[in-house]
């Protein structure tokens, strides 16, 4: 199987377990984190993943995580998890990037992402600096003061006991949790809540009580839990660790109406990443042992970090109603159905307590109930269901506020009371922080896909040598936005230029990088450099890039593009010949007028980047009508079947005949992407015209200022014969001036070509020699130097285009208004 790079001088033999030896046990540690998609592709990856394994998140974000194996793909198959099993552990051989084998122990839990799609958290206890207590054997001592045997966790808050109760209750062993925190070895918002108060044991050295811990596997409905954290000090006085001690209680026999308040410790709210399964979950813990009704509403949209929350005087609010659970035997009808968006009126109560941030009990008689059922007719249901007490309650999470739970009783209950309040505020506020964390991706998604789509162009250039239609589709996986692009570029003597480019690894950097490069491909462009020597100039520019990021790199971010592909294509519609080169990009396939569909055979260029190796170019002769289609491999790989069928499917597709190019692509990407692409898919299909003789005429002159007004003459009489004889005057002082500079400057042969280009006019002048002119300033006395002055003021634009023998200096007239 492919591996991923390993470092020069590498001795795959070695085999360095990253536990148990006397190596380790003095090194400190941190959690190496990844998450890895169900098809087995890796889409996150942290620092200290990096500090694991020796990758950087730019070589591993995007590739299968059965290239970190040491063993092979087959050791992948046998490790893969039963379908629903909702965590794994176990111990795998992985290669360091170095070459080193490793025996990790890692921890895997499943968890479903925003876009419905299932993910596996994976984490590893990652071995650094000396000096940490957790792995040096700890005195009985520590554990002898536990007033009940369960886990200790050292000053860096990893575990490093565990007693056999917690064993049980966790189902993983005290060696398969020492070094890990305890979000990682179990992710739920109770975790997080139980390390922040272990924090404060360890900063004050006071002890602290948490009313709930992680929930147990097959704990009865019945049995909450009690969490007792209490500093562990060392003879000297020094907190060294904290103990953690959960205590399972038995709810206590209690009046008949009181038994229905459920165990919100153990409800199941926040274990999703996914905003609307969590609204669901809140509003199934609440019914019916809370509550006889739920609304459960999210901002609509999400707000951003950085928004300040509105104030009390705000409103109307856009909500979404995401979730609704009625116990009622007649449910409720709301005009505003799940997934429908509805306003709150201002000064509205639930605008009210979202504004305020505080949770509410109201009568159904209240005035400020009867004010709102008045004003929202999605209010309505409030007085036909014979409800009579409402509570509201604020989802509120990092100081922002995300939306409101509506909750209601009928009159065969009693009213809330301020501890159902607070019961209902604790279910809320685990569901806001899983929404909170569930939308931040989402946000981050947003922004690289507006700055991707910002970078590419929003419109085709005006050009007559080619048809053009495009297509560019993002990734639909967790991996997000990648670095794809094309580019159409007009370029001197009515050529146009067709670019499509893809960069390593996904993500905000990415499409920066990409950013960068288009710019770089269209400064370059416009020089009008072959495509050989153009792609030279960007695998310098990528490797300056590479070496001014070094210290980013080593942080796990991108490293200026090494390892972009790229595909660059000149047309000339004079001579309708095309000009093509890649570096390390698949070739563009073509389809013939008849419908023959077959690849260019192009020299394959390594990857941008990496230096050293030529680029080579080939010219071919494209009839008019022919088809170019330039891709990007996400195209090829959408397809579950290998790269020959994938190019077989696509040559189907562009064979069959087609009124426009839109439909041309339309078919390509229906026949090719079965479902969402796991990489960016860009696609520029083009049909190329022909400037026939009749807009093309060229003129052989000789090394003679005589010949000057002859060129002036045969020039206006061309122009004549065009109908564009408004433009002679313009014409022939640029034909006089280019000329002139031919004859004095240059070398014969000398050649004068006029161009009519739709509403663009042409004049080039080529001469044998590669001295290029340059356009300065004559002083006020100076008899010469204002030729190319005159000529760039007449001009649209104007320039120097070098040839293997000689060059061409042209100017652009535009038509448009004569």
């Avoid at 970078?455 to 239609?469: E, G, M, R, V, Y």
């Avoid at 001295?771 to 104007?798: I, K, N, S, Y």
Wanted: charged share 20%; proline share 8%.
């Amino acid at each position: 199987m492919e591996q991923l790079p390993t470092s020069p001088g590498e001795r795959p033999e070695e085999t360095n377990p990253v536990h148990g030896a006397a190596h380790d046990q003095r090194a400190s540690t941190a959690t190496a984190t990844a998450t890895v998609s169900d098809q087995g592709i890796v889409t996150e990856w942290s620092e200290d993943a990096r500090r694991l394994l020796g990758y950087a998140a730019s070589e591993v974000v995007g590739v299968p995580a059965s290239r970190l194996l040491a063993d092979g793909g087959s050791e992948t198959v046998r490790r893969i998890p039963a379908p629903g099993q909702e965590r794994w552990n176990g111990t795998v051989a992985l290669r360091h990037r170095d070459g080193r084998r490793l025996e990790v122990p890692l921890l895997a839990h499943r968890w479903t992402s925003t876009s419905g799609t299932d993910q596996w958290l994976v984490v590893s206890a990652v071995a650094g600096e000396p000096g940490t207590p957790w792995a040096e054997p700890l005195p009985e001592w520590t554990f002898a003061q536990s007033p009940c045997l369960l886990a200790v966790f050292d000053a860096d808050l990893r575990l490093v006991r565990a007693n056999a109760g917690m064993e049980k209750m966790l189902a993983l062993t005290e060696a398969e949790m020492r070094g890990l925190r305890l979000p990682d070895i179990a992710p739920d918002p109770v975790s997080d809540a139980t390390e922040r108060s272990m924090r404060r044991v360890l900063e004050t050295g006071e002890p602290q009580h948490v009313d709930a811990f992680v929930p147990s596997r097959g704990a009865g409905a019945e049995q909450g839990w009690s969490t007792s954290l209490a500093p562990l000090r060392d003879p000297e006085g020094r907190v060294r660790a904290v103990y953690l001690a959960a205590h399972g209680r038995t709810a206590p026999q209690v009046a008949p109406q009181e038994m229905l308040l459920p165990n919100l410790a153990g409800a199941p709210v926040g274990t999703t990443s996914d905003t609307t399964r969590t609204a669901e979950q809140l509003a199934a813990a609440a019914v019916p042992g809370l509550a006889d009704f739920a609304l459960i509403d999210l901002l609509e949209p999400l707000p951003r970090e950085d928004e300040a929350s509105f104030g009390p005087a705000a409103g109307p609010v856009s909500v979404c109603r995401t979730a609704v659970r009625s116990a009622m035997e007649e449910t409720p009808q709301s005009p505003v159905g799940v997934g429908e968006t509805t306003l709150y009126p201002p000064q509205s109560p639930p605008v009210a307590c979202m504004a305020t941030g505080r949770g509410a009990v109201f009568a159904t008689t209240d005035p400020a109930i009867a004010l709102w059922t008045g004003q929202d007719p999605g209010a309505a249901w409030i007085n036909e269901y014979a409800t009579h007490s409402l509570m509201l309650v604020p989802l509120r999470a990092g100081g922002t506020t995300l939306g409101l739970a509506v909750f209601s009783r009928q009159q065969h209950r009693e009213p809330f009371r301020p501890e159902d309040l607070r019961l209902a505020e604790e279910l809320a506020s685990r569901a806001a922080l899983s929404v909170h964390k569930a939308s931040r991706p989402s946000r981050e998604h947003t922004s690289t896909m507006t700055l991707q789509r910002s970078l590419l162009p929003h419109t085709l250039p005006n050009q007559s040598a080619l048809d053009i239609a495009t297509r560019y589709l993002p990734a639909g996986t967790e991996a997000g936005v990648g670095g794809d692009w094309f580019d159409v570029i007009p370029l001197s003597g009515a050529r146009v230029a067709l670019v499509v480019g893809d960069v390593v690894g996904h993500g905000i950097r990415a499409s920066a990088t990409m950013g960068r490069l288009r710019t770089a491909v269209r400064t370059l462009a416009d020089v009008d450099l072959p495509p050989d020597e153009l792609l030279t100039h960007l695998d310098d520019l990528i490797i300056h890039l590479s070496a001014d990021e070094a210290d980013r790199e080593s942080a796990g971010e991108s490293a200026g593009g090494i390892g972009t592909t790229c595909l660059y294509v000149v047309y000339d519609p004079v001579t309708s010949r095309c000009t093509v080169a890649r570096a390390g990009h698949p070739p563009p396939a073509v389809v013939s007028p008849e419908g023959s569909v077959y690849l260019l055979d192009v020299p394959a260029g390594p990857p941008l980047g990496l230096g050293g190796l030529p680029f080579e170019t080939i010219e071919v002769e494209l009839p008019e009508g022919s088809i170019l289609a330039l891709y990007t491999d996400g195209l090829l790989q959408a397809r579950d079947h290998d790269i020959d069928e994938a190019l077989d499917s696509m040559f189907a597709a562009l064979a069959r005949p087609a009124a426009t190019l839109e439909t041309v692509c339309d078919r390509v990407l229906a026949t090719m992407l079965s479902h969402r692409p796991d990489d960016d898919v860009a696609l520029l299909v083009a049909r190329t015209r022909a400037l026939h003789a009749d807009k093309v005429v060229m003129w052989d002159l000789s090394s003679d200022p005589s010949v000057v007004g002859d060129a002036r003459r045969q020039a206006t009489d061309q122009l004549a014969a065009w109908g564009l004889d408004e433009a002679a005057f313009v014409t022939e002082l640029v034909v006089s001036e280019l000329v002139t500079n031919a004859i004095r400057y240059g070398q014969p042969p000398i050649q004068l070509r006029l161009i009519h280009e739709d509403t663009t006019l042409i004049c080039e002048v080529s001469d044998a020699s590669n001295t290029a002119p340059h356009m300065r300033r004559a002083r006020t006395f100076d008899e010469g130097g204002r030729g190319l002055m005159l000529v760039a003021q007449l001009a649209q634009r104007w320039g120097t285009r070098h040839a293997p023998i000689g060059k061409t200096i042209w100017a652009e007239q535009s038509l448009v208004g004569f």
